[in-house]
């Protein structure tokens, strides 16, 4: 059974970075894609970024290109979120998920098998 553990969330200023973590294991790493997935108070699941199991495609949300970059280390079995300009909407929950499969539905929550607790993000004005 694959489990996801999220770490580096915390409380940060408007224009601050932050990079999270999400450690792997249970299964083989490099054969599943990872996304991120964000949850505000009240709102539904968010898709953020996601990267392929190659390292050879990523996606990102319209509202986080050019701030955020997903990246993949194999050797670690780890996938990163490095979060920079960071902005009161970017506050939520953060949520690691895998899947396997096609990677053309990485956008959409429901694909993904394997989901990690969450860490949290809040960003002060």
């Known amino acids: 059974q694959v489990q996801l553990v999220e770490s580096g969330g915390g409380l940060v200023q408007a224009g601050g970075s932050l990079r999270l973590s999400c450690a792997f294991s249970?299964?083989?790493?490099?054969?599943?894609?990872m996304g991120w997935f964000r949850q505000a108070p009240g709102k539904g699941r968010e898709f953020v970024a996601a990267?392929?199991?190659?390292?050879?495609?990523?996606a990102y949300a319209d509202s986080v290109k050019g701030r955020f970059t997903i990246s993949r280390d194999d050797a670690k079995n780890t996938v990163y979120l490095q979060m920079n300009s960071l902005k009161p909407d970017d506050t939520a929950g953060y949520y690691c998920?895998?899947?396997?499969?096609?990677?053309?539905?990485?956008?959409?929550?429901?694909?993904?098998?394997?989901w990690g607790q969450g860490t949290q993000v809040t960003v002060s004005s």
């Open positions: 998920a895998a899947k396997t499969g096609y990677f053309a539905d990485c956008k959409e929550a429901r694909r993904y098998a394997y």
């Open positions: 249970g299964r083989t790493f490099s054969t599943h894609h």
């Open positions: 990267i392929d199991w190659s390292a050879g495609s990523t």
